[in-house]
C-alpha cells in the first residue's frame, strides 16, 4: 500500500524515500554486524503498528538527510516489497568519535490526523531600531503548531524590519500558512530592540560596583579618633607614673 503525498500540490512522498528490510535478530551483537556491513538499525514506531525491527543501507540514509529530511520532513519507508509507512525521523543515535549511524527510531505518522510540532521562525529584514543604534534581542525562535503532516511549513517567516526601539513583536503578530494553528501563547514576545543605553548603562553600573571601595558605616571613623585620643590619654598617665 503506497501513502504517496500527491495531493493539490502537496510534496510527494516519493520524492523522500528509504529503502529499508525486515530485521529479524535484534540485540548488541547483530546490530554490530549490521554496522560492519553498512547497514543500520531502526525501529518503526506507530499507534496501531507494533515495533517494527528494520535495517537500511547507511549510504542510502545520509543520501535521505542530505535532502534536508529530518526533523518534520515525511519520509516513505519502503518495507522490503510489502508497504509504504509515512514517518518522522524520532532520533538518530550517532558514534560520538566516527559519528557513524549507530541507530535510528522513525515514528509513523497519520496522513488525515493532526499533529503538534515546533517549527522555527525566520526573521526577514533589519529592525529600523537596530539601524539607530539598538539591540536586537530574541526571546523565542521557534513556536508550537497544530496541522496535518502535509502542512508543516518547513519555517515560518516573520517581517521584523519595521521595528523601532522599544518595540516587541507577539506571537499573535505571525502570519501562519493555511491549516496551520498556533498553540504558544499569542501574548508571548518573539523579538524585540533594546535600547543600546540600557545596556551600558547596566555594565557601567556593575564596573562601578566592583571598582567602589567598601564605605565604612556612619559614625565609625568618629569612634575610631576616640579609640585612639583614649588609647593616647592612657598611654601618656602611664608614662607620667612611671616618672615618678
Known amino acids: 500500500m503506497d501513502y504517496g503525498l500527491n495531493r493539490g500540490g502537496e510534496v510527494d512522498m516519493e520524492e523522500v524515500s528509504l529503502k529499508t528490510y525486515r530485521r529479524e535478530e535484534t540485540g548488541k551483537g547483530p546490530n554490530r554486524r549490521l554496522r560492519r556491513a553498512g547497514m543500520v538499525p531502526a525501529v518503526l514506531y506507530g499507534r496501531e503498528l507494533s515495533p517494527l ?78 539601524k539607530k543604534g539598538g539591540i536586537l534581542e530574541y526571546i523565542i525562535r521557534e513556536v508550537k503548531v497544530e496541522c496535518l503532516p502535509t502542512q508543516i511549513p518547513p519555517s515560518i517567516p516573520l517581517d521584523i524590519s519595521s521595528l523601532e526601539i522599544g518595540q516587541p513583536l507577539y506571537v499573535k503578530d505571525i502570519i501562519v500558512p493555511a491549516g496551520v494553528k498556533l498553540l504558544t501563547p499569542l501574548e508571548e514576545v518573539v523579538v524585540t530592540v533594546v535600547p543600546p543605553a540600557v545596556e551600558e548603562e547596566v555594565k557601567k553600573k556593575v564596573e562601578e560596583e566592583e571598582i567602589k571601595p567598601a564605605e565604612e558605616p556612619e559614625g565609625a571613623k568618629e569612634k575610631g579618633k576616640e579609640e585612639i585620643e583614649k588609647e593616647g590619654k592612657k598611654k601618656e598617665k602611664g608614662e607620667g607614673r612611671r616618672e615618678r
Open 53 to 130: 525491527a528494520l535495517k537500511f543501507s547507511s549510504r542510502d540514509f545520509q543520501q535521505v538527510l542530505s535532502t534536508g529530511a529530518g526533523g518534520n520532513v515525511l519520509i516513505a519507508l519502503k518495507v522490503e516489497e510489502e508497504n509504504t509507512y509515512p514517518s518522522m525521523i524520532k532520533e538518530v543515535q550517532r558514534d560520538p568519535l566516527s559519528d557513524a549511524f549507530l541507530h535510528v527510531d522513525f515514528q509513523q505518522i497519520s496522513l488525515t490526523s493532526t499533529m503538534e510540532t515546533k517549527v522555527p521562525l525566520s526573521f526577514l529584514g533589519e529592525p529600523e531600531g537596530v
